[in-house]
C-alpha cells in the first residue's frame, strides 16, 4: 500500500503534472472535450477493421475508490482513453480496484481480490517490494512512474512501435436467449514470439460513477472508465500456434450491455509482455 505523508502527496502531485498535459492536449477529433462525456467514446466504439488496423496497447490502472491518491489518475486514464494520444495506435484501458483499501473506511463496490492478485504478481515481475495505488502498466512490462505527460506519451509510443499479435473479437453479443450470457468468439494470428501466452477476456464497465460516503476520498464524486468486472483466462496461444475459440461470460445480473465493453488480451505467463490485444462493444 502507498504509505501515507508526503509520499502519497508526491504521487497524487506528479499525476497532476500528467493530467495537466492531457488536458490541453488536442483530443483524436481536434476538439478538446470533457473526459466525462468522452472516456468511452473512441475505442469502444471504434469498429473492428480500425481496431485490426491500429497498434493496439494496453494501459492497467490499480487503483481504489478508497485511495485518495488515485482520482487524479483515473481521470488521467479517462483522457488516454478518450484522447488516444498517439497517432495510429490504439490505447485500450482498463481500470482495476484493489481490495486493500476496503478496510479503511469506504469498500469499493468494484474492487476485486484476484485484481489484487494480479497486481501482486506484476510487483514480483516489476521488482516492486510492496503494491501500491494508483499505478499505470503498459504493456504489462514497463510501469510509468514519471507524472509527466510527455514521458506518458513517449512511453505508449514505444509500446506501440512494438510488433504485436493481431488480436479479432468476433460476434460478440448478448445471448438473445439469456440476458446474462455474452459470447464472443477470440481470434489471433500466429505468436511468433519465443514464449507460450495466455489468453484473457475482460469485461469492463464503459462508465461508472460512484458518490464515495467514507475514508479518503469522503464526500467526493468519483467517475471511471472502462471498470473491470471480470477477468478470465480462456486459454492458450503456444508459441507458432494461433488461437480460436468461443467463449461465454456470464455477466453479474442488471448489467446494461450498453455500458459494456469487451477486451481481450494475449500475455505471456508471469505476468509478462502483453503481445496483442483487442477491444469490442456488443451490437445492439
Known amino acids: 500500500m502507498l504509505p501515507r505523508g508526503s509520499v502519497r502527496f508526491l504521487a497524487c502531485a506528479v499525476f497532476s503534472l500528467a493530467l495537466s498535459f492531457f488536458l490541453v ?8 472535450q470533457p473526459a466525462q462525456n468522452q472516456a468511452a467514446a473512441t475505442p469502444a466504439t471504434a469498429t473492428q477493421d480500425a481496431t485490426a488496423a491500429a497498434h493496439p496497447v494496453l494501459v492497467e490502472l490499480f487503483t481504489s475508490e478508497g485511495c485518495s491518491s488515485c482520482p487524479p489518475v483515473d481521470v488521467l486514464l479517462q483522457k488516454i482513453d478518450a484522447a488516444q494520444p498517439v497517432p495510429g495506435a490504439q490505447m485500450i484501458v482498463l481500470s482495476e480496484h484493489v481490495t486493500y483499501w476496503d478496510h479503511d473506511g469506504w469498500k469499493d463496490p468494484n474492487s476485486s481480490s484476484a485484481l489484487t492478485d494480479r497486481q501482486t504478481a506484476y510487483e514480483a515481475v516489476l521488482g516492486e517490494k510492496a503494491v501500491s495505488t494508483p499505478q499505470l502498466i503498459v504493456d504489462g512490462t514497463t510501469q510509468v512512474k514519471s507524472g509527466d505527460g510527455k514521458v506518458i506519451v513517449d512511453t505508449l509510443q514505444k509500446a506501440a512501435a512494438a510488433p504485436k499479435v493481431p488480436v479479432r473479437i468476433a460476434a460478440l453479443a448478448i445471448d438473445p436467449a439469456n440476458p446474462d450470457i455474452l ?3 477470440i481470434e489471433t494470428d500466429v505468436n511468433s514470439e519465443k514464449h507460450n501466452a495466455d489468453v484473457y477476456v475482460a469485461v469492463a464497465l464503459d462508465h461508472v460513477e460512484s458518490q464515495v460516503l467514507k475514508g479518503e476520498n469522503g464526500g467526493r464524486h468519483l467517475v471511471h472508465v472502462a471498470v473491470v468486472q471480470q477477468l478470465t483466462k480462456v486459454g492458450k496461444l503456444p508459441k507458432g500456434k494461433s488461437f480460436a475459440e468461443d467463449v461465454q461470460v456470464k ?7 450498453k455500458n459494456l465493453r469487451l477486451v481481450a488480451f494475449v500475455q505471456e505467463s508471469g505476468p509478462g509482455k502483453v503481445l496483442g490485444a483487442a477491444v469490442r462493444k456488443p451490437s445492439s
Not at 492536449?25 to 478538446?32: E, F, I, L, V
Open 25 to 32: 492536449a488536442p483530443m483524436a477529433s481536434g476538439q478538446n
Open 251 to 257: 455477466l453479474k445480473p442488471g448489467t446494461d450491455p
Open 183 to 185: 459470447r464472443a468468439r
